[in-house]
């Protein structure tokens, strides 16, 4: 019988693989859960816009004309689309879709608020910035902390595509 060279681990150093097995496994868990949240969380507040802005149907739409500007929100007279419409007096739109004072924006109401949402692309993509910021924060955890390169320059790549096409259609 030929000796293969091979010879028995001990109990301790067994134990001490499985044990840092377990540490690897709990640690690819959490990084994994951290960046499920983190993704969750981005869908989560950029539905709140998204949602009006791409799913119009029901929704009143029209034209808010800026007449006035704050740090956050511009204000402005709502023309509605549809003649026959109802107008509204003042309604309040997301500064950052603006170009200020005497802009012409598309936009949807929320229903029961005087908040509008911008509409077309434009809208839509301002929308989701949100959901990009949170993709290129997962994309360091996925690259970083699972090992997951590939997938995380993949994921950093679409959110700051996301960004960058949100800015350049509201500088159109």
């Known amino acids: 019988m030929a000796s293969t060279g091979m010879t028995k681990r001990s ?3 067994r134990a001490g693989e499985s044990a840092y097995g377990l540490l690897l496994l709990a640690k690819n868990v959490a990084m994994g859960l951290v960046a499920l949240l983190i993704m969750v969380a981005g869908v989560w507040s950029s539905w709140d816009e998204a949602k009006p802005t791409m799913l119009t149907k029901g929704l009143e739409r029209g034209t808010v004309t800026v007449s006035d500007c704050g740090d956050d929100w511009c204000t402005g ?3 509605p689309a549809r003649a ?3 107008t509204h007096g003042r309604v309040r739109v997301d500064k950052a879709v603006t170009d200020g004072t005497g802009d012409r924006v598309p936009v949807a109401l929320k229903p029961g608020t005087d908040r509008a949402v911008r509409t077309g692309a434009a809208g839509i993509l301002h929308a989701w910035v949100p959901f990009g910021g949170s993709l290129l924060l997962t994309s360091l955890i996925v690259a970083g ?3 997951l390169r590939r997938t995380g320059w993949t994921m950093g790549l679409l ?3 996301l960004l960058g096409a949100s800015f350049a259609t509201l500088t159109l």
């Open 11 to 13: 109990r301790t150093r």
């Open 77 to 79: 007279s709502f023309a």
């Open 84 to 86: 026959g419409g109802a």
């Open 145 to 147: 902390g699972l090992g």
């Open 159 to 161: 959110g700051a595509a």
